[in-house]
Nanobody, 123 residues
């Protein structure tokens, strides 16, 4: 059974930091593109960041560039999202996704998803 499990969410004040993790099991995801999306209440799921299977290329939505960093440890089958200088607008459920192919910001194209972890940033 393939599973992606996110962790690391929580409540933080504006300007603070959190590090999200997404651990994969049931399959080796070392050759898969990995991505993070988020969904705020009443809004559609939006792309946050992605990383190619080698880690050589990373992509970010404009609103998080310079504040968030995506990375991966293929030996641990885990991808991370370091989030710094958090803002209230970053409040959302954060989901990790994986697929053989990098699909950019197209949420519907990723085959594997985690259950999400809540990030709340207070002002």
């Amino acid at each position: 059974q393939v599973q992606l499990v996110e962790s690391g969410g929580g409540l933080v004040q504006a300007g603070g930091s959190l590090r999200l993790s997404c651990a994969a099991s049931g399959r080796t995801f070392s050759s898969y593109a990995r991505a993070w999306f988020r969904q705020a209440p009443g809004k559609e799921r939006e792309f946050v960041a992605a990383i190619t299977w080698t880690g050589g290329m990373t992509y970010y939505t404009d609103s998080v560039k310079g504040r968030f960093t995506i990375s991966r440890d293929n030996a641990k089958n885990t991808v991370y999202l370091q989030m710094n200088s958090l803002k209230p607008d970053d409040t959302a459920i954060y989901y990790c996704a994986a697929d053989v192919v990098y699909h950019g910001s197209s949420a519907g194209s990723y085959a594997y998803w985690g259950q999400g972890t809540q990030v709340t940033v207070s002002s």
